[in-house]
DNA sequence: ATTAGAAATGCAATCGATTGCCAGAAAAGA
DNA sequence: TCTTTTCTGGCAATCGATTGCATTTCTAAT
């Protein structure tokens, strides 16, 4: 009782009248200490109100059994669900979780990184920001091998393991299923084209229009940075023009949230003049009137499969370069679903 | 360079030939330490890379500089935005914040605590988890005198600093605006009423029909879990027995909403038949159709509160006991306006 | 030139747990 | 009975930064 008040290995090792090493091993059940002692200090710690200090552990053991997460923001449906699924695991495998948010902004996911690598967590789980330029700030993990795993929107001048989803067939599908719909003119609303996610999803809309032999046209592609603020601009400048699609492909639901709020006060029938689909499958989506279709992502799972991913190379300490994609699921709903023809 | 690969003090004090107590009181920037060697040092550090260990800084002072947080679910948007809020003011404070999900769970909750423990945070705010009986797993940080805060949802047994939100005068807005619209029975759908906040929106809600000289009748109260089903189950209920409402005040938005589809797929009109108003301002209220009536709560400013108090009790080493009580705000939309009369 | 006093820096213990290596005791084999 | 193993457990160094106290160096006053 010496020390303030904190109860410390060499406090239940003076009370038994042995060693602190002992007290130590005894509690990490380490084989070299015999059962009858393993109780009698087992019990003892108990008693006295032990606490292991983890802090002094890490110092000694240079591991602090904590990941950090680094994502744009936790406001997003998918990025909650993601965390929920890295704890999950996290866990379960006795380890701790910080989160920080970039907001979007390559400063703060610099100073998000930095922070982190200072408390060195075991490893971190990253999804870009849309701001991010420059990749730098990883080089403190991987020159020092501290395992990084990107999902979601990664880099690929880094390579390090990814948990993706399919974004191209997620845009493959969305546009395949307007074109089923009768939709020939389809507008669609990307992201910026730096991150994967949303060239991608580029992609596959152009690949779906290809294969049913439409012409993509430069002048239905606009890019923004996905706001319901930017939606609003953009779909004014849609409907200013010339001709008018029959149907925009957005490359998340904030933006098409914005579409469908403009057709309807604007006397544009979803979906029977304009079918809308967004990507995300935020929570609000099912609930919009008419209900938005959309491209599902399994945020839980992704997370879930990055903290395994993250766990796996701290506890093996290899540094692998997997890439694991996963599917995503076309949701059709009201705006998009026409009426028997 | 002996140690692995890591930078220390050590190092910089060899290279420089002066001893490592110079070196680390001119990092902190100790008046004790002339310009002229604090400069040298400096630059020494940032060529040969130098990163603080935290941890070890972090056993010898005492202070991790880490924040703990437990929350009901990062999902909710109230919650997300409080921790936005509560990083805000963190960071800008150099502090880290470590966050956990009760996910309701009483025993979650209980790990999620002693995790925090033994990771040493400097100190926790929390909001109980819905199932949290017994409030003991706190004695771990008031017995120590490490700062707690409660938020939105406390417990009456701890004296501990609080930032709540004013649910009675929330409750009551909001069934006086009902009474307003013309409604006369009006039925409350409120949470377990072990927590404070959904007590006082009753309470609320009892003023409210008291001041306008309306009755309160026990069958026009409902205890549930708010969740979906639970409103779907109860809904049907209601609208089983005899005597209809003609208004529902919901104590979350989530139960508001399973009236409001109900009330759709069985041709109530909203707000001519049946007025409904929510609690939380859930970000997808807005875009129901009709939109939902509710009581914003500002999430992130409780947040940043919360977070200065902690903050502040850890600098100033005082244990206060202070409640601060922040405003709801009514949001009157079409699920709760009638047309001129 | 000398020295009190201030300024700058160094020494060494410390935070609490871990661990390589060593030692005593008990068990087993010769 | 004596030596070799096998078990248990202890000693002391270590992780890297901090800090009370001691010491050296410098400034300035006599």
């Given at each position: 009782m010496k020390?303030?008040?904190e109860i410390t290995i060499h406090d239940?090792?003076?009370e038994l009248k042995i060693s602190a090493s002992t007290v130590s091993r005894a509690l990490n059940n380490n084989p070299r200490i015999s059962k009858?002692?393993?109780?009698?200090?087992?019990?003892a710690a108990l008693k006295m109100g032990y606490r292991p200090n983890s802090i002094a552990s890490q110092l000694r053991t240079k591991k602090t059994n904590t990941i950090g997460v680094v994502i744009p923001r936790i406001s997003r449906?998918?990025?909650?669900?993601?965390?929920?699924?890295?704890e999950d695991v996290a866990y379960r495998n006795g380890y701790s979780v910080i989160i920080t948010q970039s907001e979007e902004d390559y400063e703060r996911e610099k100073l998000n990184v930095q922070s982190l690598f200072?408390?060195?967590?075991?490893?971190?789980?990253?999804s870009l920001a849309m701001g991010s330029e420059?990749?730098?700030?990883?080089?403190?993990?991987?020159?020092k091998k501290i395992p990084l795993v990107f999902f979601d929107r990664y880099c690929q001048e880094i390579s390090t393991p990814q948990v993706l989803i399919d974004d191209f067939e997620g845009g493959y599908q969305a546009t395949k299923h307007l074109i089923e719909q009768g939709c020939r003119n389809i507008v669609h609303i990307g992201g910026p084209q730096k991150l994967n996610i949303y060239a991608n999803r580029l992609k596959g809309y152009q690949q779906a229009l290809e294969d049913a032999r439409i012409r993509f046209k430069e002048s239905n592609f606009y890019v923004s940075d996905l706001t319901r603020k930017a939606g609003e601009r953009i779909v004014e400048e849609i409907f200013a023009a010339e001709e008018k699609p029959d149907a925009i492909f957005c490359a998340n639901d904030t933006s098409a949230l914005s579409i469908i709020q403009y057709a309807k006060a604007n006397?544009?029938?979803i979906p029977e003049d304009l079918c809308i689909?967004?990507?995300?499958n935020e929570p609000y989506s099912e609930l919009l009137t008419p209900s938005l279709s959309t491209v599902a992502q399994p945020g839980f799972e992704m997370g879930q499969t990055a903290a395994e991913m993250v766990i796996k190379q701290i506890t093996e300490k290899t540094i692998e370069d997997t890439k694991i994609i996963m599917p995503t699921q076309l949701i059709i709903r009201e705006s998009t679903l026409k009426k028997q023809q």
């Amino acid at each position: 009782m010496k020390t303030g008040n904190e109860i410390t290995i060499h406090d239940i090792a003076r009370e038994l009248k042995i060693s602190a090493s002992t007290v130590s091993r005894a509690l990490n059940n380490n084989p070299r200490i015999s059962k009858a002692t393993k109780e009698k200090i087992r019990e003892a710690a108990l008693k006295m109100g032990y606490r292991p200090n983890s802090i002094a552990s890490q110092l000694r053991t240079k591991k602090t059994n904590t990941i950090g997460v680094v994502i744009p923001r936790i406001s997003r449906h998918f990025f909650s669900s993601a965390i929920s699924g890295i704890e999950d695991v996290a866990y379960r495998n006795g380890y701790s979780v910080i989160i920080t948010q970039s907001e979007e902004d390559y400063e703060r996911e610099k100073l998000n990184v930095q922070s982190l690598f200072s408390n060195r967590v075991d490893g971190i789980i990253v999804s870009l920001a849309m701001g991010s330029e420059n990749f730098d700030h990883f080089k403190l993990f991987t020159d020092k091998k501290i395992p990084l795993v990107f999902f979601d929107r990664y880099c690929q001048e880094i390579s390090t393991p990814q948990v993706l989803i399919d974004d191209f067939e997620g845009g493959y599908q969305a546009t395949k299923h307007l074109i089923e719909q009768g939709c020939r003119n389809i507008v669609h609303i990307g992201g910026p084209q730096k991150l994967n996610i949303y060239a991608n999803r580029l992609k596959g809309y152009q690949q779906a229009l290809e294969d049913a032999r439409i012409r993509f046209k430069e002048s239905n592609f606009y890019v923004s940075d996905l706001t319901r603020k930017a939606g609003e601009r953009i779909v004014e400048e849609i409907f200013a023009a010339e001709e008018k699609p029959d149907a925009i492909f957005c490359a998340n639901d904030t933006s098409a949230l914005s579409i469908i709020q403009y057709a309807k006060a604007n006397g544009i029938r979803i979906p029977e003049d304009l079918c809308i689909i967004g990507f995300s499958n935020e929570p609000y989506s099912e609930l919009l009137t008419p209900s938005l279709s959309t491209v599902a992502q399994p945020g839980f799972e992704m997370g879930q499969t990055a903290a395994e991913m993250v766990i796996k190379q701290i506890t093996e300490k290899t540094i692998e370069d997997t890439k694991i994609i996963m599917p995503t699921q076309l949701i059709i709903r009201e705006s998009t679903l026409k009426k028997q023809q």
